[in-house]
């Protein structure tokens, strides 16, 4: 079935350094895409998402692109900020309409 | 302003004791779901509700009911809790079913733990 998969955290960094948090797919058909973020004690929201190949999300300076060749829709940020601490998720549509596939998140931690 | 909102956010109990955690969305939303979120393990489907007296079971269904009365109100039901249900608990709506660019809005979550 499909199923999405993120490094694991925790990822600790210091103020201004380069984000990359990996995520791969496995899925039947064309998925659309999705980063949701969840900051300390509250829900998920959408950061950004893409839905098609080669499609690029962006949102607050983070960015991911659609690659198909690769199944991968690695979430970047050029200098991160303490506000940026938070856990992210990718996430995949699973075509049937019923539900999103979540990795299982990282942790990120940026220190001053 | 439009959102999900989850009752209680925070609630201890004892096995065994029936407990309701209600969801209610502002937005005229057809789609409902509710995800429990565990350590190591994300974000698992309970159940979710297509429409109005539609509901289906999602990845992890047992000990667990929901109904669909009204379009806005989707409440999980513990019939009889036990220390596994103990989690963070979140419910999500969206403006029809999840496909294409349809996103979720997630509540902000209620923590249960079962003694």
């Known amino acids: 079935g499909d199923s999405v998969t993120q490094m694991e955290g925790p990822v600790t960094l210091s103020e201004e350094a380069f984000l990359t948090i990996n995520c791969t797919y496995t899925?039947?058909?064309?998925?659309?895409l999705f980063w949701y973020v969840q900051y300390p004690g509250e829900g998920l929201q959408l950061l950004l998402k893409?839905?098609?190949?080669?499609d690029k999300g962006s949102n607050k300076g983070f960015e991911a692109t659609y690659r198909k060749e690769t199944t991968s829709f690695h979430l970047e940020k050029g200098s991160v900020q303490v506000s940026d601490s938070a856990v992210y998720f990718c996430?995949?549509?699973?075509?049937?309409?019923?539900?999103?596939?979540f990795g299982k998140g990282t942790s990120l931690l940026v220190t001053p | 302003e439009a959102q999900v909102t989850q009752n209680p956010r925070y609630l201890i109990t004892v096995t065994g004791k029936k407990l309701t955690v209600t969801c209610s969305q502002n937005?005229?939303?057809?789609?409902m779901s509710w995800y429990r979120q565990d350590p190591g393990l994300g974000l698992r489907q309970i159940y979710y509700?297509?429409?109005?007296?539609?509901?289906d079971k999602g990845d992890v269904p047992e000990g667990y009911k929901v109904s669909r009365k009204e379009k806005r109100n989707f409440p999980l039901i513990l019939e009889s809790p036990s220390p596994n249900q103990t989690s963070l608990y979140f419910c999500?709506?969206?403006?029809?079913?999840?496909?294409?660019?349809?996103?979720?809005?997630f509540g902000a979550g209620s923590r249960l733990t079962v003694l």
């Open positions: 999500a709506s969206s403006s029809a079913q999840l496909t294409g660019a349809n996103v979720l809005t």
């Open positions: 899925a039947t058909g064309y998925p659309s």
């Open positions: 893409a839905t098609k190949a080669d």
């Open positions: 996430a995949l549509n699973s075509n049937s309409g019923y539900a999103l596939n």
């Open positions: 937005m005229n939303h057809e789609y």
């Open positions: 509700s297509m429409n109005v007296e539609v509901t």
